[in-house]
């Protein structure tokens, strides 16, 4: 019983965290503006235009894992795996972080793949992404300090006036999402030390693993890993021009916003309700954005493409009733 209430409160929880963070935000939001905004003020042309590098760098994403299961001798359809990386964001919208494990089954269903060897790549290529997302920040901090600098110089704005900018429960929730991330990571980390202590399929997990170092053409791979993030940094810039109260925000600003969103997402909500939210509108804000327009832009921003990912992950569903599954034996020659 006791096991059964602990599985649910686990999957409760980031609903609860996210709904919590959510509420705070949009308390006293002027809900009937969003109207006016969504359907008198918001370019959307911009917005279906940024469709396109979300879209890609999903796509981006299962060439990229086709690649690292083929020297392990695993040749999965370049759709199948594109369709589970669909599959799997819309199904972490429900159960945070479960789609990992969703898409490694997908794979074992429709083509056979070992699911070991799929989820050792999976674990890789998460460590490849945040070593990609750890560097892109560093260097963007680097790169803009002096652009910071001469922002606080010319505005006269000094640490402890930036402080004063937040509130008491802002502090609060910064710290609690703060220490939620650094759970996260030691539960990540006591995980797999758990896990290389169990026999039976560990071997496989431990070469998917260790796949990078088997790629083939590492250039390709990282032309994939490099794009991926191109791709979805170009998916919420272009989103600035969606609003005329964020055209002029400049690049900085969506360079520093999309790294801490980025950074922010890793609590466990919903694809990051609540806690992307606060963290971008947080940036927008202290690169003088009002206030109501920072909470609107993230509450729209976020809405549609979370909307985006449900259609991905619907058109999957159905694209995969149209694949006959098959043993994974016919070379990696069949790559479609």
Known sequence: MKKYIATILKILFPFILGGVILYWMYRDFPFADLDD???????????FLSFIPGILAQVFRGLRWKQALGPLGEFPRKSV???????????????PRSGEIMRCGILKS???TSFGKSLGTVITERMVDSFLMM????????????????????????????????????????????????????IAIKQFSVAKKINDG????????????KIHNIQLYIFYSVGIWVAYFLHYWLTFYCFDFTTDMGLTAALISFCIGSIAVIV????????????????????GLEQINAVSYVLIVHSVQTLLIVALGIYALFALQFFHPRNNNL?????L
């Open 331 to 335: 070379g990696k020659e069949d790559t």
């Open 135 to 186: 560097l892109l920040t560093g260097a963007i901090l680097l790169w803009q300090l002096p652009v910071i600098m001469e922002f606080f110089n010319l505005t006269g704005t000094s640490f402890s006036a930036l402080m004063n900018r937040f509130t008491t429960t802002g502090i609060i929730v910064t710290i609690v999402c703060a220490i939620l991330i650094i759970v996260m990571l030691f």
């Open 81 to 95: 795996c594109i369709n589970a990386v669909f599959i799997s964001y819309a199904v972490s919208l429900i159960i």
């Open 268 to 287: 466990p909500t919903p694809n990051g309700a609540g806690s992307w939210h606060f963290a971008v509108k947080t940036i927008l804000v202290l690169y």
């Open 37 to 47: 905004i969504l359907f008198h003020q918001m370019h959307w042309e911009w917005m």
């Open 202 to 213: 560990i071997k496989d997990i431990i070469d998917g693993i260790l796949s990078l170092k």
């Open 110 to 112: 429709h083509d056979g």
